[in-house]
């Protein structure tokens, strides 16, 4: 049984930062965050597994994904943050062993409930 919870979203300014943490429970080896903004598509935004970490090329640079083994929490650190990264974000997690990255969506098996980060000018 593995289950995902985020907190941490928030409205902030253009330029602003945020942190989003995702509690896990559970065994996983892949996690990543993926997010879905109104009337689009969901999208990967990171992965960490035991590979490494990839990130989407619209956020390399500004986010950092990691973790942290003692409190079996998946962190998302957003910089600089821009009215274009509003959207719903997901927390997403796998016990699968090979590559864990951020754009293999079907990949990743169990996801949390989502929390909402709005950027504004």
């Known amino acids: 049984q593995v289950d995902l919870v985020e907190s941490g979203g928030d409205s902030v300014q253009a330029g602003g930062s945020l942190r989003l943490p995702c509690k896990v429970s559970g065994f996983v080896l892949c996690m990543g965050w993926f997010r879905q903004a109104p009337g689009k598509a969901r999208e990967g935004v990171a992965a960490i597994g035991e590979q490494g970490k990839t990130y989407a090329d619209s956020v390399k640079g500004r986010f950092t994904i990691s973790k942290d083994s003692d409190s079996n929490t998946l962190f998302l650190q957003m910089d600089d943050l821009k009215r274009e990264d509003t959207a719903t974000y997901y927390c997403?997690?796998?016990?699968?062993?090979?590559?864990?990255?951020?754009?293999?969506?079907?990949?990743?098996?169990?996801w949390g409930q989502g929390t909402q980060v709005t950027v504004s000018a």
């Open positions: 997403a997690a796998d016990s699968r062993l090979g590559p864990c990255v951020y754009y293999d969506q079907p990949g990743f098996k169990h």
